[in-house]
């Protein structure tokens, strides 16, 4: 076979298979380099695919998280509204309320001084004119008004308590509750049974001669009788008695009336 190719042309198929073997091993060397750079892509795809799935993932739970604290920070601003509103609304209440107070201080400060006025030729030891509690309170004796063991109105005490009723007759807003109190000693007779008797009639006299002679509206008007049992002073002492035997009138303010104070203009 030698003999039959020339040694030049063997020479050239020689190189040419050599060059193809270089060829190939060039090829395998490439295409093993470029299947180490797929799996180096490969490994970096997956990679970048877990951080995009971590970053989804995470995403979406501050997502969440911004969600709620935004439904909290609502919630928490409408509970701030609304204790503010609560806040505000008391405290505009307590300055009606305070105002409201001050205003029924200043009507009974004028009522007091228009009973004194009228009453100023009274004796001082028979009628006692005062405020307490922020109620008007007309304190007058048993011996102004009534004979002893008696529960009609003398001609004199009618005159003392028509001033009264010129005072409460400028003020028809406001109401009256006439009250008896007597002493401790016992009373027992035909017409009276004992000191609750003599108290509640000595009371109803009163309003009586206010409804009937002096025209004050009997709405208004409340009889009552509390007997021994509201004294003044000791029941030991002949002064005590006398100052416990008494007739108290209270002027005080009628409730519907005092709540319309309240209501804001």
């Given at each position: 076979?030698?003999?039959?190719v020339?040694?030049?042309k063997?020479?050239?198929?020689?190189?040419t298979?050599k060059?193809?073997?270089?060829n190939?091993k060039?090829?395998?060397d490439?295409?093993?380099?470029?299947?180490?750079?797929?799996?180096?892509?490969k490994?970096?795809n997956s990679?970048?695919?877990?951080?995009v799935?971590?970053l989804?993932?995470?995403s979406?739970?501050?997502?969440?998280a911004?969600?709620?604290?935004?439904v909290l920070?609502?919630?928490?601003?409408?509970?701030m509204?609304q204790?503010?509103?609560t806040l505000?609304?008391?405290?505009?209440?307590i300055?009606?309320?305070q105002?409201?107070?001050?205003?029924?201080?200043s009507?009974n400060?004028?009522l007091?001084?228009?009973?004194?006025s009228?009453?100023?030729d009274v004796n001082?030891?028979?009628?006692n004119?005062?405020v307490e509690?922020?109620?008007v309170?007309?304190d007058i004796?048993d011996?102004?008004?009534?004979?002893s063991?008696?529960?009609?109105v003398?001609?004199?005490?009618?005159g003392v308590?028509?001033?009264?009723?010129?005072?409460l007759?400028?003020?028809p807003?406001?109401d009256?509750?006439?009250?008896?109190?007597?002493?401790s000693?016992?009373?027992h007779?035909?017409?009276?049974?004992d000191?609750w008797?003599?108290?509640v009639?000595?009371?109803?006299s009163v309003v009586?001669?206010l409804?009937k002679?002096y025209?004050?509206?009997p709405n208004?008007?409340?009889?009552?009788?509390?007997?021994k049992?509201v004294?003044v002073?000791?029941?030991?002492?002949?002064d005590?008695?006398?100052?416990?035997?008494?007739t108290r009138i209270?002027?005080?303010?009628q409730?519907d009336?005092f709540?319309?104070l309240?209501v804001?203009?």
């Amino acid at each position: 076979m030698f003999s039959c190719v020339s040694s030049k042309k063997y020479k050239s198929l020689d190189t040419t298979y050599k060059k193809s073997l270089e060829n190939e091993k060039g090829c395998q060397d490439e295409l093993r380099n470029l299947q180490s750079q797929l799996g180096d892509l490969k490994k970096q795809n997956s990679d970048l695919t877990s951080q995009v799935d971590y970053l989804k993932k995470n995403s979406n739970q501050v997502l969440n998280a911004l969600q709620d604290m935004s439904v909290l920070s609502s919630k928490q601003a409408e509970s701030m509204k609304q204790s503010m509103q609560t806040l505000s609304e008391k405290d505009a209440y307590i300055k009606d309320l305070q105002s409201a107070i001050a205003r029924k201080d200043s009507l009974n400060m004028n009522l007091v001084m228009n009973l004194k006025s009228s009453l100023h030729d009274v004796n001082d030891k028979d009628i006692n004119i005062k405020v307490e509690k922020g109620v008007v309170y007309v304190d007058i004796s048993d011996k102004l008004l009534f004979n002893s063991g008696q529960y009609t109105v003398t001609e004199n005490a009618k005159g003392v308590l028509g001033k009264i009723a010129n005072v409460l007759d400028a003020h028809p807003d406001l109401d009256v509750m006439v009250e008896g109190h007597t002493d401790s000693i016992p009373i027992h007779n035909s017409v009276l049974t004992d000191n609750w008797d003599l108290s509640v009639k000595r009371a109803t006299s009163v309003v009586r001669i206010l409804e009937k002679q002096y025209k004050i509206n009997p709405n208004r008007m409340t009889a009552a009788g509390h007997s021994k049992y509201v004294p003044v002073a000791s029941n030991e002492t002949n002064d005590g008695r006398a100052m416990n035997r008494r007739t108290r009138i209270i002027i005080l303010p009628q409730l519907d009336q005092f709540f319309k104070l309240l209501v804001r203009k």
